[in-house]
């Protein structure tokens, strides 16, 4: 259960640091569904990075 609640968490936190970035200069002109798609995979692969980190130091420092 904590395993999942951090992974959330993480995820909102890449996406709220990600929509501080603007992807559109990155694509082409009205393709904006395009750029959210990328937002949205991007989010979620740091999501489970940043999760997977923190899930694997609390457990080797033996927190939990």
Do not use: P, Q
Not at 41 to 47: Q, R
């Amino acid at each position: 259960m904590i395993k999942t609640i951090i992974y959330i968490v993480c995820v909102l936190l890449s996406v709220f640091v990600l929509n501080g970035i603007n992807f559109n200069n990155f694509f082409k002109k009205n393709h904006i569904i395009e750029a959210r798609f990328f937002v949205i995979i991007i989010s979620l692969i740091m999501g489970y990075l940043l999760g997977s980190f923190i899930i694997e130091f609390l457990d080797v420092s033996a927190i939990f």
